[in-house]
């Protein structure tokens, strides 16, 4: 079993709509907690990096990270053609943002 | 700011060569870090050094592999020789350690062993 367990997809989905995407770990000694958008033929570019549980809200934006049920996710509203990417969830454990593990990265496709 | 800069961004050699990959981190990042991408595998984290020293070379895969960084603004990955199988992009980010940033990614290099 993998540490970062991310669906491939491709997602595709009409512009506009709520677009929701997870990532599950095992490794509960997980602290830090990232997602990057990468573009196609371009590197990661972080997008949202929390330390904590919760949620954290960055313009159409929102990261949720559960530790109890260790189960991350990255909400975009109003979902844009822009938008169409894959989305990479990102983890490190003690080190801060020294070791990073990534999982697979979900394809994104908004229709415009 | 320039971001990380990392040269070439396309090789295409024959099988056994020496290939040199090149990375420049972004300025006052002590952090450099060395990533292969497949679509089989993800990303992942094949070396990294803090401070121009190598602290963790355990996703190196093989001998043929091999990573330096003589000073703050340069780092190489080299792999000899070369095997089909090394085909994938290879991406090198860096991050300043003592801050609360994480990592920035270049546009990696798209490598084909033929």
């Known amino acids: 079993q993998k540490e970062v367990e991310q669906d491939p997809g491709p997602l595709s989905v009409p512009e506009g709509a709520i677009v929701s995407l997870n990532c599950t770990y095992s490794?509960?000694?997980?602290?830090?907690f990232m997602w990057y958008r990468q573009y196609s033929r371009k590197g990661p570019e972080l997008l949202m990096y929390?330390?904590?549980?919760g949620n954290k809200e960055d313009g159409r934006f929102t990261a949720q990270v559960d530790k109890s049920s260790k189960y991350i996710s990255l909400f975009i509203r109003d979902s844009q053609p822009s938008d169409s990417a894959t989305y990479l969830c990102?983890?490190?454990?003690?080190?801060?943002?020294?070791?990073?593990?990534f999982g697979t990265g979900t394809k994104l496709q908004v229709i415009p | 700011d320039a971001g990380v800069i990392q040269s070439p961004r396309h090789e295409v050699t024959e099988m056994g060569q020496e290939v040199t990959l090149r990375c420049k981190p972004i300025?006052?990042?002590?952090?450099l870090f060395w990533y292969r991408q497949t679509m089989m595998r993800g990303l992942e984290l094949l070396i990294y050094?803090?401070?121009?020293?190598?602290?963790?070379d355990s996703g190196m895969p093989e001998d043929r592999f091999s990573a330096k960084m003589p000073n703050a603004s340069f780092s190489t990955l080299k792999i000899q020789p070369s095997e089909p199988r090394d085909s994938a992009v290879y991406f090198c980010?860096?991050?300043?350690?003592?801050?609360?940033?994480?990592?920035?990614f270049g546009d990696g290099t798209r490598l084909s062993i033929l």
């Open positions: 980010a860096s991050r300043a350690t003592d801050s609360n940033q994480p990592q920035h």
């Open positions: 490794n509960s000694a997980f602290q830090y």
């Open positions: 929390t330390y904590s549980s």
């Open positions: 990102a983890m490190s454990w003690s080190g801060g943002y020294q070791k990073v593990t």
């Open positions: 300025s006052g990042h002590n952090s």
């Open positions: 050094f803090n401070n121009n020293v190598p602290i963790d």
